[in-house]
């Protein structure tokens, strides 16, 4: 097991459900290039967890998420809904997680972003209500499926989360076949998002550019 680090020793000090810490393991958090897919059976590990960047963005409207400050969130406190206001930079990132088929598993994910953190959705409704908007284009999800998201209120292996800064640290279990955790973590570009016009004249000015170099080859 690797050595961890102060923060995510607070987090274990803090998850109170002793029925499942005795055999969790620290998951390595891998991070990965946009898979073509992460629904069901298309990204499994017992040890790993993912981390893919998906897009980056202006908001065009507000943004609601399940988690909007840092903190502890359990099956005691599960959330602090929030919205990022529109008119927002914001990039988004999905963290992903799948046990092997009919193996159970009970890990710790930690992962640590470049940039600042806004929010995080958790919830099976927040994330199929932006899968369109903020997911990888190419990437299939699950829309639509039941528990793809954490279950923080739940009686029997219930999942937790706590951001501190930029770090987010997730204890998720897996115990059935098709049943995913994922989550959306929300953050502030550190490079602000080009406008859509600017995009179009740098896109004209290339253009333009390699016409005039193709003319004065040709001459």
């Known amino acids: 097991m690797k050595t961890l680090t102060p923060s995510v020793r607070t987090f274990l000090a803090m998850f109170t459900v002793g029925l499942l ?52 969130y359990n099956s005691s406190s599960p959330s602090s809904a929030g919205v990022i206001p529109a008119g927002t930079d914001v990039s988004s990132f999905m963290i992903h997680r799948e046990s092997v088929s009919q193996q159970y598993s009970f890990v710790y994910i930690t992962y640590t972003f470049a940039e600042p953190v806004l929010g995080i959705i958790t919830t099976d409704a927040g994330l199929d209500a932006t899968d369109l908007t903020l997911g990888a284009a190419g990437t299939l999800y699950p829309t639509g499926l039941d528990f793809r998201g954490l279950e923080m209120p739940y009686t029997i292996t219930p999942d937790s989360v706590f951001w ?34 600017s995009i179009t004249l740098s896109v004209l000015g290339a253009l333009g550019l390699a016409v005039m170099c193709w003319r004065k080859r040709r001459k």
């Open 21 to 72: 810490t005795a055999t969790a393991v620290h998951a390595a958090t891998v991070p990965i290039l946009a898979p073509p897919s992460v629904q069901p059976g298309a990204l499994t590990s017992q040890t790993d967890a993912y981390v893919f960047f998906e897009s980056t963005l202006t908001l065009g409207s507000p943004l609601a998420v399940d988690i909007s400050a840092p903190g502890l």
């Open 164 to 197: 501190a800064g930029n770090q987010v640290f997730v204890a998720v279990a897996s115990t059935t076949a098709l049943v995913l955790d994922q989550l959306r973590v929300i953050t502030r570009p550190t490079v602000p998002v080009p406008e859509p016009g």
